[in-house]
């Protein structure tokens, strides 16, 4: 089955400065990749997702980066902000499953 | 998305006991899961949902530990059966709403404590 990797455990920043989460997969059939930020004690909700058909995708500050050839795709966070500390978590799943295999997840910490 | 209601949110069960989880959704999904999250961990798939028929059981998870039941498009249930404090966790519901589309939505959780 897939297996995902994902680094760092944990990540501090100085806020304005940028995070960058790094995971790398094992099946060369899954094509989605989601990333999920879990707030302590609230679900985890998806906050951006990329398909195998693009390179790169991103929304607002948020952006993500997807090497098929590699198998890793990276989170990147420009200016963060407090509200930006959570847990991130990372996932893949092939085409047409929905089962998606997480990552053991990034603790980001944002200093004020 | 969909909105999911998962109850309890919260319970403190003793060792072996049972308690089912409730996992209500306000649309109809094609897809539902069963999570686990054990304490400061990643989420892990315990079984795929099917409605009509049995679940789908990850490679660690039994039917006998963790029976599942789907009536309805709607709703599904998780018990957590002959519990240890090996079982304390967050349990999760997750959702996708349509064919075609892996997006999951995830419920509250229901955080059990087994003592």
């Known amino acids: 089955g897939e297996n995902v990797e994902q680094h760092p455990s944990t990540l501090s920043v100085q806020e304005g400065d940028s995070a960058v989460i790094k995971c790398t997969y094992s099946d060369s059939a899954s094509n989605y990749f989601p990333w999920y930020k879990q707030e302590l004690g609230k679900r985890p909700q998806l906050i951006i997702d990329?398909?195998?058909?693009?390179g790169e995708k991103k929304d607002q500050r948020i952006a993500v980066t997807l090497n098929k050839t590699a198998k890793h795709f990276s989170l990147h966070i420009t200016e963060t902000q407090p509200e930006d500390s959570a847990v991130y978590f990372c996932a893949a799943s092939p085409m047409n499953d929905y089962k998606l295999s997480f990552g053991a997840g990034t603790t980001v910490t944002v200093r004020a | 998305s969909a909105v999911i209601s998962q109850k309890p949110s919260r319970d403190i069960c003793q060792r072996g006991t049972s308690l089912t989880i409730q996992c209500q959704v306000d649309?109809?999904?094609?897809?539902m899961f069963w999570y686990r999250q054990q304490p400061g961990q990643s989420l892990t798939l315990i079984a795929t949902?099917?409605?009509?028929?049995?679940?789908?059981?990850e490679s660690g998870f039994v039917i006998d530990k963790f029976p599942i039941s789907r009536p309805n498009l709607t709703f599904s249930t998780l018990t957590v059966s002959n519990m240890s404090p090996e079982d304390s966790s967050i349990y999760l519901c997750?959702?996708?709403?349509?064919?075609?589309?892996?997006?999951?939505?995830f419920g509250a959780g229901s955080r059990l404590t087994v003592l």
């Open positions: 997750s959702v996708a709403k349509s064919a075609g589309a892996n997006v999951l939505t």
């Open positions: 949902a099917n409605q009509g028929s049995e679940a789908t059981y």
């Open positions: 649309s109809q999904v094609t897809m």
């Open positions: 990329i398909r195998s058909n693009v």
